[in-house]
């Protein structure tokens, strides 16, 4: 069964990184992009960003400066960091496979991570 | 705010049409970006219901369709039920902003 698998901390404090994994199974979707998107509560998506399978990534612009996207094809994983989160941080945030002319059409199970002092 | 301009809410009666624009701009919808749709259920993730602003994925029911015009883009659900209670969002490119860029959001609520 084709599906993305992800983890991570759930409760951060502010200036802490956030650290999310995302790995993928039944399938390799090295055509694709392997992307974040987040969700505050209540709120719509936003894009973070996203990489390929040969490493190249994607940021959105004002995000770009506090987050890393990485790849390791040999696990078929990709993974997310921002650094020095803030409260506005706080979101459920979702892995996912596609592209901006195909849709994103496999998702992650979603983390929620909540950024509090 | 949203680069894609979507209604906060629709409703409808059972078995009634309802459809959701999607306004965006020259700088994504209007410049020729494909837009597509995802449906929310509570408490899950996004699923897509609409690629490449006509084309629904295997398992979709052919109740939902989208189309796209100018700097607009439309996706209408025909018959609408009970399950079809969610939350429903529209994505594109933008240029300008080098961004994949999502609508707000509309709820479409069945009556």
């Known amino acids: 069964q084709v599906r993305l698998q992800q983890w991570g901390a759930g409760l951060l404090k502010p200036s802490e990184t956030l650290s999310l994994t995302c790995s993928i199974y039944g399938g390799s979707f090295s055509g694709y992009y392997w992307t974040w998107i987040r969700q505050p509560p209540g709120k719509g998506l936003e894009w973070i960003g996203e990489?390929?399978?040969?490493?190249?990534?994607n940021y959105k612009p004002s995000l770009r400066s506090r987050i890393i996207i990485s790849v390791d094809t040999s696990k078929k994983q990709f993974a997310l960091k921002v650094n020095s989160v803030r409260a506005a941080d706080t979101a459920v945030y979702y892995c996912?496979?596609?592209?901006?002319?195909?849709?994103?059409?496999?998702w992650g199970q979603g983390t929620l991570v909540t950024v509090s002092s | 705010q949203s680069v894609l301009t979507q209604p906060p809410s629709v409703s409808g009666a059972p078995g009634q049409r309802v459809t959701i624009s999607c306004t965006g701009s020259?700088?994504?919808?209007?410049?020729?970006?494909?837009v597509h749709w995802y449906q929310q259920l509570p408490r899950a993730a996004p699923k897509l219901l609409i690629y490449d602003n006509t084309n629904r994925p295997s398992g979709v029911p052919d109740r939902f369709s989208g189309s796209k015009s100018g700097t607009s883009a439309f996706l209408a659900i025909t018959g609408l039920q009970a399950e079809d209670e969610a939350d429903y969002f529209c994505?594109?490119?933008?240029?300008?902003?080098?961004?994949?860029?999502f609508g707000g959001g509309t709820k479409v609520t069945v009556l």
């Open positions: 990489i390929t399978h040969s490493g190249s990534t």
């Open positions: 996912a496979i596609g592209g901006r002319s195909s849709g994103y059409f496999l």
């Open positions: 020259s700088s994504n919808i209007g410049a020729g970006y494909d």
């Open positions: 994505q594109s490119y933008d240029s300008s902003l080098s961004s994949v860029v």
